[in-house]
Nanobody, 119 residues
Framework: QVQLVESGGGLVQAGGSLRLSCAAS????????MAWFRQAPGKERELAGA????????YYKDSVKGRFTISRDNAKNTMYLQMNSLKPEDTAVYYC????????????WGQGTQVTVSP
């Protein structure tokens, strides 16, 4: 099993920055890829970006390209999401996820952290 714990959410004004963290523990040696998803009120959950365990970027959603950066710290078993130039439409609950597979669904999920961007 893999446990994921997010932190770093909060309230920020438009144009501001936040950095989310996702600490992984347990059988992390099985993980191939990790991702940040987000779910805004009344909307479906969407993939914001993904990264391999070794640090290779797999995907960024078009609307976050150039503003969000995913990174990994192998020594700390932690994934980060640096969010700059935040917009009100970035308001959502952000979830980190991990998978042992190269494709398909993510098996492990964190509890989520709220990000609210005020106009």
């Amino acid at each position: 099993q893999v446990q994921l714990v997010e932190s770093g959410g909060g309230l920020v004004q438009a144009g501001g920055s936040l950095r989310l963290s996702c600490a992984a523990s347990g059988r992390t040696f099985n993980i191939y890829r990790m991702a940040w998803f987000r779910q805004a009120p009344g909307k479906e959950r969407e993939l914001a970006g993904a990264i391999t365990w070794s640090g290779g970027i797999l995907y960024y959603k078009d609307s976050v390209k150039g503003r969000f950066t995913i990174s990994r710290d192998n020594a700390k078993n932690t994934m980060y999401l640096q969010m700059n130039s935040l917009k009100p439409e970035d308001t959502a609950v952000y979830y980190c996820a991990a998978s042992v597979g190269r494709v398909g669904a993510y098996e492990y999920w964190g509890q989520g952290t709220q990000v609210t961007v005020s106009p």
